[in-house]
């Protein structure tokens, strides 16, 4: 998590958020040697973010900007090396109002960051996907480059044995946990910062996200439903539990009511936290 002060555009601060986050996770399991993909969109297609990515180990899958090197790298795709593809849920296209549920995919290989000097250009692969253009304008008498297909691509330095180019892009089009992660955060601690000061709101983000984090922890011990539930379902369901404490032989019980429909998951999570004691 990263407060960023003013009308903050997308990249900023992205480099240093990515350092941290990778950081973090080479101190987790499986550890050091493990090889993590870093996906985004073309807000953060840049020299910066994507070195700061491959610098810390690891791989990059990010959406490209239809400029003139990429128009000119997809010209050059062959008409027989496109492979079709067909979406398990079809996908809404904006710009034609309409759902794509077929769509042909080809890769090719493509330097980044041409314009920079040539220790930092960075080689991969250009996978794009194309779909039928369903929105034909006017001919106007001049031939364009697209005329039959709308294009979409992603500069990846995965190496094509570890995912081909079916695998990688469906691997770039999985839906981003982090957008359930944002609103989750906005229906709770964030639904509004609660200062005029940036180091009270900042302060204020760090705790929402110890507490999202812990919650769903939470959500995951209880296993079953609890798994995948928001946290203001775990808040309601295990945290605020319908009970009262009781103390009988010097032991403090708590008193659920009967027939409860999330007594299981509450005794996991019991369990988890608070093991019974080994026997000798």
């Not at 995919?105 to 920079?116: L, P």
């Not at 359930?180 to 906005?186: E, F, I, P, S, T």
């Not at 295990?238 to 007594?263: C, F, G, H, Y």
Request: hydrophobic share 45%; net charge positive; proline share 6%.
């Amino acid at each position: 998590q990263r407060l960023r002060r003013g009308a903050a555009g997308s990249p900023r601060g992205a480099c240093r958020l990515i350092a941290d986050a990778l950081a973090t996770l080479k101190r987790l399991p499986p550890g050091p040697g493990a090889r993590v993909l870093v996906r985004a969109d073309s807000a953060f297609y840049g020299h910066a973010t994507v070195a700061t990515a491959l610098k810390a180990g690891a791989d990059v899958s990010v959406t490209v900007r239809m400029n003139l090197a990429v128009k000119a790298a997809i010209a050059t795709i062959a008409d027989d090396a496109w492979t079709g593809i067909e979406y398990p849920e079809a996908i809404y296209d904006e710009t034609t109002g309409t759902w794509a549920s077929k769509a042909e995919v080809a890769e090719v290989s493509f330097t980044a960051f041409t314009s920079r000097k040539k220790a930092e250009r960075i080689p991969g692969r250009l996978v794009v996907r194309r779909i039928p253009e369903l929105n034909l304008r006017q001919d106007d008498g001049q031939p364009t480059l697209f005329d039959t297909h709308r294009f979409h691509a992603f500069f990846t330095t995965v190496d094509p044995e570890v995912l081909d180019t079916v695998a990688a892009d469906r691997t770039h089009r999985q839906h981003a946990i982090i957008e359930q992660v944002n609103a989750d955060l906005k229906d709770s601690a964030l639904a509004h910062l609660p200062s005029g000061h940036f180091g009270a709101n900042s302060a204020w983000l760090v705790c929402a996200v110890m507490a999202y984090n812990l919650t769903r922890t939470a959500g995951i011990l209880a296993a079953g439903t609890f798994t995948k539930a928001r946290t203001g379902t775990i808040r309601a369901r295990l945290v605020n539990i319908p009970a009262r404490i009781a103390s009988s032989a010097r032991k403090i019980r708590i008193r659920l009511p009967e027939a409860w429909p999330w007594q299981q998951g509450l005794e996991r999570l019991f369990t988890a936290i608070h093991p019974p004691p080994q026997s000798a």
